[in-house]
Every structure is written in structure tokens, then in C-alpha cells.
């Protein structure tokens, strides 16, 4: 599949999902006044992809299938390599004024991290280290943005 469109993502987050919040139910998030615009900043992100003035500056050709891939997902194996990908997550920051915390390169590039060193989490079961490249791969060739979700201490169970 290779990068997604910013439209490819909008319609990938209308799959009949549930989210909950303030005891409502939202059907549409790409609707919903509370997370629209968040939907819309990513779709964005997703566009700058494609810009023909910075595909070079966003991507790179995936060593699997050819196309062109998120430079968070590069495995850095130069200081060049480095650089490239730092000037990536900058080119996103400044998109946003640095106040979109959660774009495509932030969790990519810590799964990226694991999958590098995916032979260290399978020591003791192989099965581990597989899934965690196998993941990667998906995750890289799908176009795949990741977050994490930090909730309340859960103590009362």
C-alpha cells in the first residue's frame, strides 16, 4: 500500500468504531466537534506525504515492497540517516507549530526502535521477536500512525 492520502485516512477512521465519550456515544469522529479537527490536522499530515516538493523529505522507497513508505519507519543505519528522519519530524512540527503531539512519526519511531532490536525480545521466546517485526512491517508498509493512551492509575479492581 505504501503512504496513505490524508482522504484515505479520514475514510479509514469511519469503519463503524465505538468510542465513548461524556457518556455519548460518537459515530463519526470525523464529524464529531470534539475530535474533527484532530481528524482533519492528521489527514493533513498524511497530505504532506504526497506534496512533490517534500516526498524525498517524508519518505522512503520500502526495502519489501518498493513503494514509498514513512520516514518514521526507517531503521537509521548512518548519522545521515539520522538527520533525515529528525528533518521529517521537524517538517511535521512546524505544519503544526510543534502543538500536535501525537502525528504519524511519534510512536512509529519507538516501534521502529523495537523492531531493530526485535532479536533482543525474542532471547527467550522467538515467537515475541517475530511478532514485534511482523508488526513493524504492517504498521510501515500500511501507513500506520500509532499513539499511546495514558489513563488514570487503575487501583480499584
Known sequence: ???RTG???IDSLRDGRQMWIDGE????????????????TMAEL???QHDPKLVERMTYPSPTSGERV???FIQPKTIDDLVRRREMVKTWMDATCGMFGRSPDFMNITLTGFASASDAFGQKDRKFS?????YYLYCRENDIAM????INPQVDR
Do not use: C
Not at 25 to 40: E, I, P, Q
Not at 147 to 150: A, D, F
Open 1 to 3: 500500500m505504501g503512504i
Open 7 to 9: 482522504r484515505q485516512y
Open 25 to 40: 456515544l460518537v459515530t463519526d469522529v470525523t464529524t464529531d466537534r470534539r475530535f474533527a479537527a484532530a481528524a482533519y
Open 46 to 48: 498524511y497530505d504532506m
Open 70 to 72: 514513512g520516514l518514521s
Open 130 to 134: 517475530e511478532n514485534i517485526w511482523n
Open 147 to 150: 499513539t499511546h493512551t495514558l
